[in-house]
């Protein structure tokens, strides 16, 4: 059996041997899950959000999460670029297919993962970036070995790193609440699809 990974030991033993101001490429779900990260990693990190979420189906709330992002981008650090991904649902349920009625982290979760993983490695590859990594792991709901693995399947294929890392670490996803309300984000009750938005209306 193997062990289980520290993965925020992992990612502090990179950062430690960073020379200068690698490229990040931040693959982000919501402007919420990005504060803590943002604040964190900016430190270390010259750092572009790609915004790539066609998982969230509804247009609306595709948009809305969208400019709260680029919101928070502006309010809290200017320095950050803003990167958007093709927004195509009907690939996201294509996917999914017969994985409608999984619960939260089940096999539709983690196709999801990977849908988003790997369109962030290839923007991160096919544009000179050191390394990228996702927000994802700083929810409570969200298994950051599980990303990591696909994280790290997805920088073998398109020859890029990944920068593991579970944000929910070190306060992280309380620090994440914090700034939530210091900026006054928009903070919905679901993943993103409309899924886990009747489980988490349930």
């Not at 990974?5 to 919420?32: F, M, Y």
């Not at 297919?97 to 096919?126: N, P, V």
């Given at each position: 059996?193997?062990?289980?990974?520290?993965?925020?030991?992992?990612?502090?033993?990179?950062?430690?041997?960073?020379?200068?101001?690698?490229r990040?490429?931040?693959?982000?779900?919501?402007?919420?899950?990005?504060?803590?990260?943002?604040?964190?990693?900016?430190?270390?990190?010259?750092?572009?959000?790609?915004?790539?979420?066609?998982?969230?189906?509804?247009?609306?709330?595709?948009?809305k999460?969208?400019?709260e992002?680029?919101?928070?981008?502006?309010?809290?650090?200017?320095?950050?670029?803003?990167?958007?991904?093709?927004?195509?649902?009907?690939?996201?349920?294509n996917?999914?297919?017969?994985?409608?009625?999984?619960?939260?982290?089940?096999?539709?979760?983690?196709?999801?993962?990977?849908?988003?993983?790997?369109?962030?490695?290839?923007?991160?590859?096919?544009?000179?970036?050191?390394?990228?990594?996702?927000?994802?792991?700083?929810?409570?709901?969200?298994?950051?070995?599980?990303?990591?693995?696909?994280?790290?399947?997805?920088?073998?294929?398109?020859?890029?790193?990944?920068?593991?890392?579970?944000?929910?670490?070190?306060?992280?996803?309380?620090?994440?609440?914090?700034?939530?309300?210091?900026?006054?984000?928009?903070?919905?009750?679901?993943?993103?699809?409309?899924?886990?938005?009747?489980?988490?209306?349930?």
């Amino acid at each position: 059996m193997m062990n289980k990974r520290n993965l925020q030991k992992e990612s502090d033993e990179i950062i430690s041997q960073l020379n200068g101001r690698p490229r990040l490429l931040l693959h982000v779900c919501c402007a919420p899950c990005s504060s803590y990260c943002l604040e964190y990693l900016n430190e270390y990190f010259e750092i572009t959000v790609f915004f790539t979420n066609s998982n969230i189906d509804d247009a609306c709330e595709y948009e809305k999460r969208r400019e709260e992002e680029k919101r928070l981008i502006r309010e809290m650090c200017p320095q950050v670029g803003f990167e958007e991904g093709i927004y195509d649902p009907e690939r996201f349920h294509n996917l999914v297919k017969g994985h409608e009625d999984d619960t939260e982290g089940e096999e539709r979760c983690g196709i999801c993962f990977a849908m988003r993983l790997d369109e962030t490695a290839k923007y991160a590859a096919d544009n000179g970036f050191d390394y990228f990594t996702t927000t994802l792991s700083i929810s409570p709901l969200k298994n950051a070995q599980r990303l990591c693995d696909i994280g790290e399947n997805a920088a073998k294929k398109y020859g890029t790193n990944y920068l593991p890392g579970d944000y929910k670490k070190k306060g992280g996803f309380q620090r994440s609440i914090e700034l939530s309300k210091k900026y006054g984000l928009y903070r919905q009750n679901y993943c993103g699809c409309s899924y886990s938005q009747k489980e988490g209306d349930q």
